[in-house]
């Protein structure tokens, strides 16, 4: 079945400095692949998306790029800032019409000033 | 934009009782809704997924009997926790799908079982 696999956290990091967050997929066909965001006490946000090979979602900032051949869609930031600090959840739809969101099992995110 | 609201956003309730969760789509028809768990610090699980009009679909090792939903009409979803007990407290999230690859989630409800 439809999986997805991200870094475990809590991924800390100092304000300005890179981040990737790295999310693997395992589905058939071509799914569509999601970034929410869960800032603390808040429900979940939709940060970016991507819905066919090669695209890049982009947003805030942050940039994923769909890569079917490495089934990757790792989530970058050139320079975080301390209100960055999340809970980041890659997801996945799968190319059948049931529409479920499959999640990955999240990462912290922690910058520091 | 879409709107999914979702109530109570918090309940505590004793052991043995039942406890409603209530979704509802605010400006677009959700035909499908989807209820997750989630438990602290943890990723969000499918639990099942609803379809206005017909029974909803549960996952693998979620029971139906406990976890009884309704998808009456295109803007009411429900989930009853049925002879809740400590294990099933936990952060339930419902989600609608709402156009253009988009899903809406509603707020969350924290459940206690004490």
């Known amino acids: 079945g439809n999986s997805v696999t991200q870094m475990e956290g809590p991924v800390t990091l100092s304000e300005e400095a890179f981040l990737t967050i790295n999310c693997t997929y395992t589905?058939?066909?071509?799914?569509?692949l999601f970034w929410y965001v869960q800032y603390p006490g808040e429900g979940l946000q939709l940060l970016l998306k991507?819905?066919?090979?090669?695209d890049k979602g982009s947003n805030k900032g942050f940039e994923a790029t769909y890569r079917k051949e490495t089934t990757s869609f790792h989530l970058e930031k050139g320079s975080v800032q301390v209100s960055d600090s999340a809970v980041y959840f890659c997801?996945?739809?799968?190319?059948?019409?049931?529409?479920?969101?499959?999640f990955g099992s999240g990462t912290r995110l922690l910058v520091r000033p | 934009g879409a709107v999914v609201s979702q109530h109570p956003s918090w309940v505590i309730c004793k052991s043995g009782t039942s406890v409603k969760i209530e979704c509802r789509s605010l400006?677009?028809?959700?035909?499908?809704m989807f209820w997750y768990r989630q438990f602290p610090k943890q990723s969000l699980m499918l639990m099942a997924t609803?379809?206005?009009?017909?029974?909803?679909?549960?996952e693998q090792g979620v029971e139906k009997d406990k976890f009884l939903i309704n998808h009456a009409s295109l803007t009411l979803s429900t989930l009853t926790v049925t002879s809740a007990h400590p294990e099933d407290s936990s952060f339930y999230i419902c989600?609608?799908?709402?156009?253009?690859?988009?899903?809406?989630f509603g707020s969350g409800t924290r459940l206690t079982v004490v």
């Open positions: 991507a819905t066919k090979a090669d």
């Open positions: 997801a996945l739809r799968g190319a059948d019409s049931s529409y479920k969101l499959i």
């Open positions: 400006d677009f028809q959700a035909t499908t």
């Open positions: 589905a058939t066909g071509y799914p569509s």
């Open positions: 609803s379809n206005e009009g017909s029974k909803a679909t549960y």
């Open positions: 989600s609608a799908p709402s156009g253009g690859h988009g899903y809406t």
